[in-house]
């Protein structure tokens, strides 16, 4: 008995101080395969590997497969996985710095939404790291457009309808247009359309043509309202624990991993919107008074967002403007 016990004791402390060696870590993800930031993520983690010869190995889980997406900020942030991906603007009930990321018409081209970003990142900083989380980067989406059943050439078309929402800004971004915020995730989005949960949504090209919008919806009326983007992130200790070689490894894969973010974005921007369009959605610029509309709605939100906390926006505003 004594003697098995020893044994096994041996093994376990056999087992342990090879895996001293190589340290595994996990990176739950929100979104599947076919979206350019899950693509990077694989990336991200084979530039780690290879740069620290193995000894740091990440598992990607995508698709919300490990952990649920709403629940990885907080997985992140207690250890429970040593890093993770999250959409920015569904923290932004955390602190709203956070909602820079989904305010519409603040930035509507790739190089106002850099320049968005260098202006926000400090304070998105501050806050991930008072919450004990390492910022590493950044991947954009394309500009968020509207898909719906019908055409739209004014609010009014919209009036009373239920809009998917993803993110506290656009809960409130539906109460502005006078329809009725629903919130959805990715996965759910065809159901949610075949069986009326959601009449309209605003999302980007790509997650339209992932979850084959034409299935279900007729209508992508360009209105480009936003470019909002994902951040990954690494738990402060676990990070502060590597060696500053590996640091450095992990930081150089996370500059890599936001160039190509950037590049890559604008090509799948155009390759998706022309699948739309080949699959027969009628896709089209928006009416001068559907903007106009519009805009008014993004001016209201981001005098909201300022008041919200004016010392951090009004920082964020005035590095951006
Ligand atoms: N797709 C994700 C986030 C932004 C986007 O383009 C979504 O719709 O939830």
């Known amino acids: 008995m004594f003697k098995q016990l020893a044994a096994a004791t041996l093994l376990t402390g056999a087992f342990f101080t090879s895996a001293v060696q190589a340290d595994q870590w996990h990176m739950p993800t929100p979104y599947g395969d076919a979206n350019l930031p899950t693509k990077i993520a694989y990336e991200f983690a084979e530039d780690i590997k290879n740069g620290t010869n193995g000894d740091i190995d990440i598992t990607v889980h995508s698709g919300a497969s490990l952990v649920k997406h709403p629940e990885i900020p907080r997985a992140v942030r207690t250890g429970q996985v040593q890093l993770g991906e999250i959409f920015i603007g569904i923290m932004g009930n955390t602190h709203p710095v956070f909602k820079h990321d989904n305010i519409p018409f603040l930035a509507t081209n790739f190089e106002d939404a850099e320049k968005l970003w260098e202006a926000a990142k400090p304070e998105v900083e501050k806050q991930l790291d008072k919450e004990g989380m390492t910022l590493l980067y950044a991947v954009p989406w394309p500009a968020q457009s509207l ?24 809960s409130r971004l539906a109460d ?137 926006v009004g920082a964020i505003l005035s590095n951006y403007r």
Do not use: C
């Open 147 to 170: 898909y719906t059943k019908a055409p739209v050439n004014t609010l009014k078309d919209l009036e009373g309808l239920k809009m998917r929402a993803y993110s506290p800004s656009t």
């Open 176 to 312: 502005l247009m006078n329809t009725t915020p629903t919130t959805v995730q990715v996965p759910e989005i065809p159901q949610a359309f075949s069986t009326g949960i959601i009449d309209a949504m605003i999302t980007s090209p790509s997650t339209g043509a992932n979850g084959q919008a034409w299935d279900y919806l007729s209508h992508y009326t360009d209105i480009k309202a936003w470019i909002p983007k994902n951040v990954v992130v690494a738990n402060k200790r676990a990070f502060r624990r590597l060696s500053d070689e590996q640091q450095q490894v992990i930081r150089d894969a996370a500059a890599a991993a936001e160039a190509r973010g950037w590049e890559g974005v604008r090509v799948t921007a155009a390759e998706d919107t022309a699948t739309l369009a080949e699959n027969g959605i009628t896709v089209s610029e928006p009416s001068a008074e559907l903007m106009s509309e519009l805009q008014k709605i993004g001016d209201i939100m981001v005098k909201e967002w300022e008041e919200e906390a004016p010392e951090e």
